[in-house]
């Protein structure tokens, strides 16, 4: 209980809230890094999700491919890639690391929001001489989007959680706090910095869940 006391009372010493240590500073660097992660990731796996589950051919595959790489932790793939000429780009292996992180979530959601579309509604479509483009933007996607966005939502969650290994290249974010803590042999401000995190995620996670709320039902997939 000492610990967690102490935590909240590094928390409550403004001076750790301000500069270019602080918190606020270190919470935007987190929040710029998991956005540009996130969008890298959405732009990478979306659209091979939407195709493959159009298409109905080599999505298996790909998602089979990808998740092998949640086999592999990420602080591993970054140790790696710092080791290769890509380590001289800042926080370019982080970036990668991460992009690698989210994509499986991403993929696999999409993909099997795709292929779980009524078939009767893409048959009528067809029938209607839609075609292949129009089927997969006006119909197929737009009712695939709850599980896309689910993918989305969990991507977010698992990058804002991920995103501090980004202090162990030598980046910013709330990582920076807890391996300072560390250094400086300090529990609580280790403490207060996995708190922050922690924190973080569940906002993240909550604003996808009133955004859920307040969508349109056909955007909830309830009718």
Same mark, same amino acid.
């Given at each position: 209980? $000492?610990?967690?006391?102490?935590?909240?009372?590094?928390?409550?010493?403004?001076?750790?809230?301000?500069?270019?240590?602080?918190?606020?500073?270190?919470?935007?660097?987190?929040?710029? =890094?998991?956005?540009?992660?996130?969008?890298?990731?959405?732009?990478?796996? =979306?659209?091979?999700?939407?195709?493959? %589950?159009?298409?109905? $051919?080599?999505?298996? *595959?790909?998602?089979?491919?990808?998740?092998? @790489?949640?086999?592999?932790?990420?602080?591993?793939?970054?140790? *790696?890639?710092? &080791?290769?000429? &890509?380590?001289?780009?800042?926080?370019?292996?982080?970036?990668?690391?991460?992009?690698?992180?989210?994509?499986?979530?991403?993929?696999?959601?999409?993909?099997? %929001?795709?292929?779980?579309?009524?078939?009767?509604?893409?048959?009528?479509?067809?029938?209607?001489? !839609?075609?292949?483009?129009? !089927?997969?933007?006006?119909?197929?996607?737009?009712?695939?989007?709850?599980?896309?966005?689910?993918?989305?939502?969990?991507?977010?969650?698992? &990058?804002?959680?991920?995103?501090?290994?980004?202090? =162990?290249?030598?980046?910013?974010?709330?990582?920076?706090?807890?391996?300072?803590?560390?250094? &400086?042999?300090?529990?609580?401000?280790?403490?207060? @910095?996995?708190?922050?995190?922690?924190?973080?995620?569940?906002?993240?996670?909550?604003?996808?869940?009133?955004?859920?709320?307040?969508?349109?039902?056909?955007?909830?997939?309830?009718?």
């Amino acid at each position: 209980m $000492k610990t967690i006391a102490d935590a909240w009372d590094w928390l409550a010493d403004a001076s750790h809230w301000a500069g270019d240590d602080g918190i606020w500073h270190r919470l935007a660097q987190h929040l710029v =890094l998991t956005v540009v992660c996130l969008v890298v990731s959405c732009l990478i796996a =979306l659209p091979i999700a939407l195709v493959l %589950g159009h298409l109905g $051919k080599g999505g298996a *595959l790909a998602v089979n491919i990808s998740n092998v @790489g949640r086999a592999v932790p990420t602080f591993a793939v970054l140790v *790696l890639l710092l &080791l290769t000429p &890509l380590g001289q780009y800042g926080e370019g292996p982080t970036v990668v690391a991460l992009v690698l992180f989210a994509v499986p979530p991403l993929l696999t959601n999409a993909y099997v %929001g795709m292929r779980g579309v009524d078939r009767g509604v893409v048959q009528a479509a067809r029938g209607m001489g !839609m075609t292949g483009k129009q !089927m997969l933007l006006r119909v197929e996607a737009p009712l695939a989007l709850p599980m896309i966005m689910n993918g989305v939502r969990i991507a977010a969650v698992q &990058l804002v959680a991920t995103a501090t290994i980004a202090a =162990l290249a030598g980046g910013g974010g709330l990582g920076r706090i807890i391996t300072a803590g560390f250094n &400086l042999a300090s529990t609580p401000q280790v403490v207060a @910095g996995a708190f922050l995190v922690a924190v973080f995620a569940l906002l993240v996670e909550g604003l996808f869940e009133i955004a859920e709320r307040f969508a349109p039902s056909w955007a909830r997939g309830s009718g």
